[in-house]
């Protein structure tokens, strides 16, 4: 974010890291939303604890759905009251091609019920969102990235070079 505000110095640009799994958290992003004139909100919440059904702690699955789900959902709501005030803004939220694994062979992608079923989710909200928001001035995006070798699969100890790219 930092290089994309220095060569956009038009541009007032704030990068704000939360833990969407609080509720103050949400909250805060809500407020800082809600006295700013925001104009694009980029989600792109995430979670690194990604377990086949079964194999997680009851908590994890209830972060991962809360992080990535309902709860940004929330805040998504509430932080586009102010665009919808002013008729004018850009929703982008990022899920993942995994949104659509499901019928993947267990070779080329380990199960993952809760992340995959909850990014599904978040694709579906944002389009349903956008049907809703149709004529108001404001766009809602979903963009869908393929497997991107980050320190995200790292923490989840993945062969990346087993998966298709």
Known sequence: MAEFADTHPEVKVRTVVTDLSTSDD??????????EPLTLLVNNAGVAALHAAGRSAGWQSRGTREREGPRPHDARSRRSRGMLERGAGTIINVAGMIAFSGPAPHSQ?????VYTGTLAYLVAMSQTLSAELEGTGIAVQVVCPGVVATEFHERQGLDLSAVPG
């Open 26 to 35: 949400v909250d805060r992003v809500a407020e800082i939303c809600a006295l």
């Open 109 to 113: 992608l380990p199960r993952r019920v």
